[in-house]
């Protein structure tokens, strides 16, 4: 009976030592292809010239490559790094979203509102408040509560408890009622509305133009019209194009984030109850976002995919763009809404 009980207790002790190697293996391999892909995205972006005028209309968010590398730590040495690791933690992920808000907010004005407008409300400034705002905000809502312990106001004798727990590790995190909401409602669900309203209007608005080109082909006028409405059509093709792949990475941004602010909402008010395992998954699903977008600009995006090629086939001349105008051909461009429209060529 002793030996058998023995020899249970070391299978059991087997099986969850295997557990924990394939789940550390699993988890550094997702750190490392964060901070490979998402690497591997900003070479391309500095090596190709076409890509660095797409930017201006597919522009990941600069957060999304600070947090594949901001959220490497897994356990925590002292109470100071844990408060600090956490506040990163909450900054970087902020930005991010915050970031890909104001993205869609850029894309709106560029697809939705004329030229004009879009120059008169896009101006240098504002873009420029645009993105402290999205690393300002994040700060006051991660560094200063956290390092002053307002999350923990009211539950400081629970966080002490579980901190000297046989189950959890040294770095324990917990908000209060009045944190989480604030957090929660600052840092998703109102860039998550701004986000949904902008592309719902981008939609709409890129749906009626088709319909409206069909008229013109249907009527035998599409081949009749002045350059200034092909060129317009042209841009509202690509503006559509890229606000189609933004939002598809907007999508896949929130539904890997969702749960977990969603289960940082609820877990206040039902005591604290959701089991860790729970709250790990959730929140390394959020992480695993950071190796999804550079396998998104790959499949999504020609030119993502084919500066991707080069780099990895060191240079392979047969994943470089075929110019179609000549070795000698120079050309001139002008950008509208964020997009290069070639003028001539001689």
Not at 34 to 58: F, H, I, P, W, Y
């Amino acid at each position: 009976m002793i030996f058998t009980n023995s020899v249970s207790s070391l299978c059991s002790h087997s099986n969850g030592l295997a557990k924990r190697i394939a789940l550390i293996s699993f988890l550094s391999l997702v750190m490392l292809m964060s901070v490979l892909g998402n690497l591997l995205v900003m070479v391309a972006v500095c090596k190709d010239r076409q890509l660095r005028s797409e930017t201006a209309r597919l522009r990941p968010p600069l957060s999304t490559y600070l947090s594949a590398q901001g959220k490497t730590a897994l356990f925590s040495i002292s109470f100071t790094f844990c408060l600090v690791r956490t506040s990163l933690d909450v900054l970087l992920t902020t930005a991010s979203i915050l970031h890909l808000c104001c993205i869609s907010l850029d894309r709106y004005y560029a697809i939705c509102c004329q030229p004009l407008v879009y120059r008169n409300k896009m101006t240098p400034l504002r873009v420029a408040l645009m993105i402290g705002g999205c690393w300002i905000i994040p700060t006051v809502i991660s560094f200063l509560p956290i390092m002053q312990g307002w999350n923990s106001i009211g539950i400081n004798d629970l966080i002490e408890k579980r901190k000297f727990s046989g189950n959890s590790t040294v770095c324990v995190f917990m908000v209060n009622k009045p944190y989480a909401l604030t957090c929660s409602v600052v840092a998703f669900y109102v860039p998550l509305i701004l986000m949904v309203l902008a592309y719902q209007r981008i939609y709409v608005t890129a749906r009626a133009h088709a319909r409206q080109i069909s008229m013109l082909q249907r009527a035998g006028g599409a081949g009749n019209a002045d350059s200034a409405d092909h060129q317009r059509n042209h841009r509202m093709r690509t503006e559509t194009k890229a606000a189609k792949t933004l939002c598809i990475i907007m999508g896949c941004f929130c539904l890997c984030w969702a749960p977990f602010f969603i289960t940082n909402v609820v877990d206040p008010f039902i005591d604290y109850s959701v089991p860790e395992q729970l709250w790990a998954a959730c929140l390394w699903l959020g992480y695993i976002n950071s190796m999804l977008n550079p396998i998104l600009y790959a499949f999504l995006n020609k030119s993502f995919r084919r500066a991707f090629l080069i780099i990895l086939c060191c240079g392979h001349k047969r994943y470089r763009r075929p110019s179609i105008l000549g070795p000698g051909t120079t050309c001139t461009a002008t950008q509208i809404n964020g997009s290069t429209h070639v003028l001539n060529c001689i």
